[in-house]
């Protein structure tokens, strides 16, 4: 771990998770708990460094703490990032605050489902992917592999990717998910060059004591490909978030338009 100035780095992690709209449980957005935040933005900030960046989905904001400490804090973290999630809230969030801070040149988010193929755009135009996805704790592994799938069809050849996902000992699937993502990836001609296991833990009420890794991905061998993204099938749909937690919605819809408008979440009684 490099040295930097804790207090900087505190509140600087800080003012982004002080901007992101509250964690929808059913959708498997469960933030990641402050302090490692930090160490994972660190790490993240060296796998990724100078590189063109796609997160599919992120919540947790880990994009904004990269963009937002790379500068004065870090002095390293990658050279832009593309945000892709399906909740509005989190796209508005990220592209108010990049505004705030004058960092729209390096980071942006805009609304995608993971179950609709990856814009044509997107197609093998990055360096490098992030993704922390809903762990799929009852579909053997596929949701990961449907957000690291969009993550390897929006990168060409010599790209990384940074996959966090569920590891702790208390719950044999997330081992045998361990299991099949890595070996989903070395048939993509990814080869595993690093792993911080047992690494976060989360804001989660029914296993508080959860744990995630964080893996980072090399493409060892890359065909370039003409596009070819395709839908989820159906059983990749079934349980998606948890069991007869299918994936039904395309979007999380933004009700306050990034705080423009009056909260839903409460009523004024006059005097
Ligand atoms: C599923 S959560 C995983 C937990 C993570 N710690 C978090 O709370 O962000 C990761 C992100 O994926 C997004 N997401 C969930 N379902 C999605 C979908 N079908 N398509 C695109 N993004 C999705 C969520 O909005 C969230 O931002």
Redesign the pocket.
């Given at each position: 771990v490099a040295s930097f100035d804790l207090l900087k780095a505190l509140n600087a992690i800080s003012d982004v998770v002080q901007n992101r709209p509250p964690?929808?449980r059913v959708?498997?957005?469960?933030?990641?708990k402050f302090g490692d935040m930090l160490l994972q933005t660190e790490h993240a900030s060296r796998v990724l460094d100078k590189k063109k960046t796609i997160f599919?989905?992120?919540?947790?904001a880990v994009g904004l703490c990269l963009m937002h400490l790379k500068k004065d804090i870090f002095q390293r973290g990658p050279a832009s990032i593309l945000v892709?999630?399906?909740?509005e809230r989190?796209v508005n969030s990220v592209n108010s605050f990049a505004h705030k801070h004058r960092l729209e040149k390096s980071i942006g988010a805009e609304l995608?489902?993971?179950?609709d193929p990856l814009p044509k755009k997107y197609w093998e135009k990055f360096e490098a992917f992030y993704?922390?996805?809903?762990?799929g704790a009852n579909n053997e592994g596929r949701s990961v592999w449907a957000?690291m799938r969009r993550g390897i069809e929006a990168t060409k050849e010599k790209s990384v990717g940074c996959v966090?996902m569920a590891d702790y000992p208390g719950v044999s699937w997330s081992k045998q998910n361990i299991h099949k993502i890595q070996t989903m990836a070395l048939k993509h001609g990814f080869a595993m060059s690093e792993m911080l296991p047992e690494f976060h833990h989360?804001h989660l009420d029914d296993v508080p004591e959860l744990t995630s890794c964080s893996i980072t991905f090399e493409k060892v061998n890359h065909k370039k490909q003409s596009y070819g993204s395709k839908p989820l099938d159906g059983e990749t749909l079934k349980n998606?978030?948890g069991r007869s937690n299918p994936?039904i919605?395309k979007y999380?819809r933004d009700l306050r338009n990034d705080n423009k408008y009056e909260s839903q979440d409460y009523r004024l009684e006059r005097l």
């Open positions: 964690a929808i959708f498997d957005q469960i933030y990641m599919i989905g992120d919540g947790d892709l999630d399906f909740d989190i995608y489902n993971v179950a993704t922390n996805p809903p762990f957000f966090v989360y998606f978030y994936l919605f999380v």
